[in-house]
């Protein structure tokens, strides 16, 4: 294969990146772009990719009237608060799962599996007159508790995975010294797999962080999450592209980070740790 | 491993000890089963009560009349339940093989393992991050008829776009619907399969090379035939949830015009929490959860059949 074949592949493979990055992040900032954008520029033809940017409509949003702060502080109370409720389910499920033998195993992991495929809409409507009779409506805790339909399954499948790498022996030798099974999962085994503890966590978060259906049904005005707050601007009185683009990068922020920062565990957490990654 | 010389010495009596120690996984199991069993036995247990009466609840607060299949034969015979249930085969179908497609053709360029082509990688994944909602206004302002960048786009290329607007007209809004999918899953096929390509062995890989074999034949013959499960398992995960979808549709499109956009998803939300349909929706409910399971099970039982655990 001749030396200059071989340039001009290099050459086509980086204008594949770039082309790719053009196709996937480009209208990513094109959108952030419509959030620091002077609002009459927003649809101008040909479209301006000159301005002088501004951040008028994160102000609105945030300080003046501001209806997105509290939404943001919601979005943050409702996943927090469905990693912690999360947590202590799906951590000793997954222990189970990767330590012991058990019968029908396959059998129970595809059916978390399953859970995962149910089509969350179906669900709304129930939930829906079983939260507003039992005077739950509008609560935080009827979303944290709803998203556990999510969370759960997703959480035992990447903590498996996590666990599976610790060795078997530290845990043997302790056993050797007299530890009980608590102890050792406890002292040993979890605090080694911590890493993989944060990763599932901050997936978790994520999931909950963008569900838009749980709260769309459940939530009240003053327990919105942003997704909600971001279909408010499109309801009422016109639609206000800054104000909805500004809000929506305030929600794409974080899973953004998230996913950036956990660069090496991303394909685990995305196929629910089935994949090594 | 069992040992039979050391024993715990604060261990209890022997029945006692074996009835935990039996049963120590079911018990650290059963917390989460319990759990999910209680939030998703109650809507399909719900649902399908439900679903055997005339119950609106624009209309009055508990169900009105006992009507059998009523509500089933209803939502069969509804041409737009038809044309929700025809749109969303052909948005999944559709959907998870040109991701599939794609992913696999962006895995095997970024696997050409050349300086900067890692941070092309990272930055791939973003459109996966998005939350559904955000990504739908996202191609909404994309879209837009007057002034959206791929409308503008299209036309400097001298494509034909509808007057009404890429998602206004019957002829492209499905398509346009597709296409958000496909922007927003690609990348995560893409970095999936490359993750799992990494881990073929080089040595097959030259065993191949030194016998001639094609870039092609070692694609089919070998590289794709080591990631199987992998494949396997993001293909049916992301059927189910474009099968799902209802959360872009009611950003972009509302399921219009006419029915040209209208998914299952978006039926049962509309019939359910725009109409207060209670019966109706129920009855829908439970039919896309039969479909679902029929579609998952085949699925399941031809995939994994010699997959072990």
Known sequence: MSRRHTSFNTALTYAAGLLFLAIFVGPILWFIALAIRPA??????????????????????????????R???????????????????????????????LRGKKNIMLWYLGLLMAPPVAFLIPYFILITRIGLQ??????????????????????????????????????????RWYTIMLRITLPIVRPGIIVTSMFAFVFAWNNAAFPLVLSSRSTATLPIGTLGYFATSG??????????????????????????????????????? | ???????????????????????????????????????????????????????????????????????????????????????TLILSMLGTTLEFTFGLAIALILLKALPGMNVVRALLILPTTIAPIVVGFLFRYLYDPGGGLLSWLLQSLWLPVPAEGILGSPSTALAAILLVDIWQWTPFFAIVLYASLLAVPDEILEAARLDRASAW????????????????????????????????????????PGTSTRTLGYSLYEQGLVNFNIG?????????????????????????RNEEW
């Not at chain 1, 939404?71 to 012991?100: C, D, E, H, K, T």
């Not at chain 1, 104000?243 to 196929?271: C, E, K, N, Q, W």
């Open chain 1, 138 to 179: 509008g609560s935080y805790f009827s979303m944290i508790l709803v998203l556990q339909t999510l969370t759960i399954p997703f959480s035992v499948w990447l903590m498996k995975s996590f666990i599976d790498e610790v060795p078997v022996e530290l845990e043997e030798a302790a056993r050797v010294d007299g530890a």
């Open chain 1, 71 to 101: 939404q943001l502080v919601n979005s943050l109370i409702v996943a927090i608060g469905a990693v912690l409720l999360n947590l202590p389910f799906s951590v000793p499920a997954a222990y189970a799962l990767s330590r012991f033998k």
């Open chain 2, 217 to 256: 034949t070692i694609l089919m013959r070998i590289k794709l035939p080591l990631i199987k499960r992998t494949a396997i398992i993001i293909v049916m995960l992301r059927f189910m949830q474009i099968f799902n979808t209802f959360d872009t549709v009611l950003v972009l499109t509302r399921g219009g």
């Open chain 2, 1 to 87: 491993m069992h040992t039979t010389t050391v024993r715990s010495p604060r261990a209890f009596g022997p029945t006692r000890k074996s009835f935990i120690r039996r049963n120590l996984p079911y018990f650290l199991i059963a917390p989460s089963v319990v759990m999910l069993l209680a939030l998703i036995a109650y809507p399909l247990l719900f649902a399908l009560r439900s679903s055997f009466y005339f119950w609106n609840l624009q209309i009055g607060p508990e169900p009105l009349q006992f009507v059998g299949f009523e509500n089933y034969v209803q939502a069969f015979n509804a041409f737009d339940f038809r044309a929700a249930l025809t749109n």
């Open chain 2, 280 to 304: 109706l929706v129920s009855a829908m409910t439970w039919i896309t959860v039969l479909i679902v399971n029929v579609i998952v099970a085949l699925y399941v039982f031809f995939a994994f």
């Open chain 1, 239 to 277: 639609v206000t592209w800054n104000y909805i683009a500004a809000a929506a990068v305030l929600a794409m922020i974080p899973p953004m980070i998230i996913f950036l920062v956990f660069d090496r565990y991303v394909v685990r957490g995305l196929t629910f740790g089935s994949v090594k990654g």
């Open chain 1, 40 to 69: 009459e520029t927003a649809f101008t033809m040909p479209p301006q990719l000159t301005f002088e940017p501004n951040l008028d409509a994160f102000r609105h949003i945030l300080v003046d009237p501001g209806t997105n702060a």
